[in-house]
T-cell receptor
Framework: NAGVTQTPKFQVLKTGQSMTLQCAQD?????MSWYRQDPGMGLRLIHY???????DQGEVPNGYNVSRSTTEDFPLRLLSAAPSQTSVYFC?????????FGQGTRLTVV | GENVEQHPSTLSVQEGDSAVIKCTYS??????FPWYKQELGKRPQLIID?????GEKKDQRIAVTLNKTAKHFSLHITETQPEDSAVYFC?????????FGAGTRLTVKP
């Protein structure tokens, strides 16, 4: 099992550009989520999904879109990147409430 | 939604001493309380968890206590070692909606 795989590991974007952060898991978990991690603020929930075809907003959803067409994949889209979206992004999947995290994507918006 | 507060934000102890990190939560429906350890540049990893029907749980040098009435839970690390140095996050989970505290940076001095 690869677990939760995120790509890319690092990314630099210009303000206004769009991009998609990829997340895939091979554990057949129904629940997946995206967090952003900023210094002194812990992990904040962006969006989550309880199964294919179902998504919902977390604490800080503005500026981000998600979709869940398959159980395995849960991509996060930045529609028009802003410097405030500079952060480390973690994707997670959950089994019986235990979360398994991807390795993270460090995103810088200039 | 759920709000989790974590204290202290930084903690420095001498090797061999104990370390205690405390969290409070707001949603009485939360029923699962994990603790994650994150080493520099790595993903968060689950170290111990407790469910709302249990008051205390131990695993070697780490233990977690939960007071449901007061809505607070704590992580206790005994006989600390330099490799315990990391950022620790508490979380509260209600039906797979997991919210994190802001983190505690623990430094264990040799």
């Amino acid at each position: 099992n690869a677990g939760v795989t995120q790509t890319p590991k690092f990314q630099v974007l210009k303000t206004g550009q769009s991009m998609t952060l990829q997340c895939a898991q091979d554990m057949n978990h129904e629940y997946m989520s995206w967090y952003r991690q900023d210094p002194g603020m812990g992990l904040r929930l962006i969006h989550y999904s309880v199964g294919a075809g179902i998504t919902d907003q977390g604490e800080v959803p503005n500026g981000y879109n998600v979709s869940r067409s398959t159980t395995e994949d849960f991509p996060l889209r930045l529609l028009s990147a802003a410097p405030s979206q500079t952060s480390v992004y973690f994707c997670a999947s959950m089994r019986n409430t235990e979360a398994f995290f991807g390795q993270g994507t460090r995103l810088t918006v200039v | 939604g759920e709000n989790v507060e974590q204290h202290p934000s930084t903690l420095s102890v001498q090797e061999g001493d104990s370390a205690v990190i405390k969290c409070t939560y707001s949603d009485s429906a939360s029923n699962y309380f994990p603790w994650y350890k994150q080493e520099l540049g790595k993903r968060p990893q689950l170290i111990i968890d407790i469910r709302s029907n249990v008051g205390e749980k131990k695993d070697q040098r780490i233990a977690v206590t939960l007071n449901k009435t007061a809505k607070h839970f704590s992580l206790h690390i005994t006989e600390t070692q330099p490799e315990d140095s990391a950022v620790y996050f508490c979380a509260a989970n209600n039906n797979n909606d997991m919210r994190f505290g802001a983190g505690t940076r623990l430094t264990v001095k040799p």
